[in-house]
């Protein structure tokens, strides 16, 4: 039976979570039960244990903290922070979405040094074996391939799954459904990605689009992969909705911890001996600390997509499972503020009421996190994030462009608050 989760939890005003004055929360033991949808379907919490054997890889973003700044920073990016005041982060979110996937000894973590005292603080579970440190930012290749080289070497037949910890995920029951259907189309030997239901033209993610069904009698929604589409402007994404066949790209991945190896040894072969040779020396402390400073930094910085997926697609080895569930990747304050709650015609709050006063303002969102009042009168649609050393104002409409002022702040010598 899987415990229940034993990292912290409250109800908080602030978006920051302090693990020295957080109790732990008494939460009834996380277990699974067949769904009367179908086998590969699960309910809701609570229920019966029923693990999907897959070591599930939390790929953790470099953490520039720039597209949320001034909130979050290089040292305490997104995913460190309880961006919709439910008591937990987004990292400890992820994690307790992955338990159904892979018991807490099964559950891996990509991080880099900056930021592991902190994943230890938000997620004491997790086991120093499976805390698996890159030296620096490669991209999600050489992150997702670290795990996979690693995780083959302690089991070749092993299934892994790579998820960001720094989205959100509504809908468990359909999540863990599509990455049940994922795990059986990995097993017949695919790389597979799950694609999330476009609820409008967007144009800051990727798309993949549908190809042929695979006929897979316990993965009924799993398709081979047509092909992987960048980033397009505001018409193609409409005209990619209007066809029905195209899902968002949301980089996760499920396959063959071997198999995804074979994928990039053919593909790059290079980056393949440098992950490889660090796997062969990781259980050893000592040199695998001198073969990372001597392999890490001549690893290509370049994403799995790219890598792997792309060509692999091309040749009919890559699968995608339509998924239902809602997703969001917390890329702006826009998306931000449409995970929070408020009163009509009032702009969203992150952080303690009390401290945001308003009068004729409609949209938006305050982040109230110097303690100090933030005051408004007359003005809608403002993004207000004040902390104690950066005070940040911008629109919702631009405020995907916040990562310009942190450039600029770089520029201009204020490194102390990035």
Aim: glycine share 8%.
């Amino acid at each position: 039976m899987t415990p229940a989760p034993g990292s912290p939890k409250i109800r908080a005003k602030s978006p920051f979570l302090s693990p020295s004055t957080i109790p732990a929360a008494a939460v009834p033991p996380a277990i699974y039960v067949p769904s009367p949808l179908g086998d590969h379907s699960l309910t809701a919490f609570p229920f019966t244990q029923r693990e999907i054997p897959v070591s599930s890889s939390l790929f953790l973003p470099g953490g520039a903290g720039t597209r949320l700044w001034p909130l979050s920073r290089e040292d305490h990016p997104k995913f460190l922070l309880d961006v919709s005041l439910c008591g937990r982060s987004l990292l400890q979110s992820t994690w307790d979405r992955l338990l159904p996937l892979a018991s807490a000894a099964r559950i891996t973590v990509v991080a880099g040094p900056a930021h592991t005292r902190s994943i230890r603080d938000q997620l004491p579970d997790v086991l120093s074996s499976n805390l698996f440190t890159e030296p620096g930012p490669k991209d999600s290749m050489a992150a997702i391939g670290l795990a996979a080289a690693i995780l083959a070497r302690r089991d070749p037949d092993a299934v892994i799954g790579s998820f960001a910890a720094d989205h959100t995920i509504h809908g468990d029951d359909a999540f863990l459904s599509a990455v049940a259907e994922a795990v059986e189309a990995a097993r017949e030997g695919y790389l597979v990605t799950i694609g999330i239901a476009p609820s409008h033209p967007a144009t800051g993610f990727g798309y993949v689009r549908l190809g042929e069904k695979l006929n897979l009698p316990n993965a009924p929604n799993a398709r081979l992969v047509g092909s992987f589409k960048e980033k397009p402007d505001a018409r193609t994404a409409a005209t990619y909705l209007a066809t029905g066949a195209y899902r968002w790209n949301a980089g996760m991945f499920v396959t063959k911890a071997a198999f995804l190896m074979e994928l990039l040894e053919e593909y790059k072969p290079e980056l393949h001996a440098g992950l490889a040779r660090i796997a062969d020396n990781w259980d050893d402390e000592g040199l695998r600390e001198e073969v990372l400073a001597e392999v890490w930094p001549t690893l290509e910085k370049i994403p799995i997509d790219n890598a792997v997926a792309e060509p692999a697609a091309a040749q009919g080895r890559v699968a995608v499972v339509a998924a239902t569930f809602g997703w969001d990747d917390v890329g702006d304050f826009s998306s931000l503020s449409e995970m929070l709650p408020a009163e009509a015609n009032q702009p969203k709050v992150l952080g303690d009421q009390r401290l945001v006063l308003t009068e004729q303002v409609a949209g938006g969102i305050v982040v109230p996190g110097s303690g100090r009042l933030v005051a408004c009168l007359g003005v809608d649609d403002l993004v207000i994030v004040d902390m104690p050393d950066a005070l940040m104002v911008t629109t919702r409409a631009r405020s995907q462009e916040v990562k310009r002022l942190v450039k600029k702040c770089k520029e201009q010598g204020w490194r102390s608050v990035l």
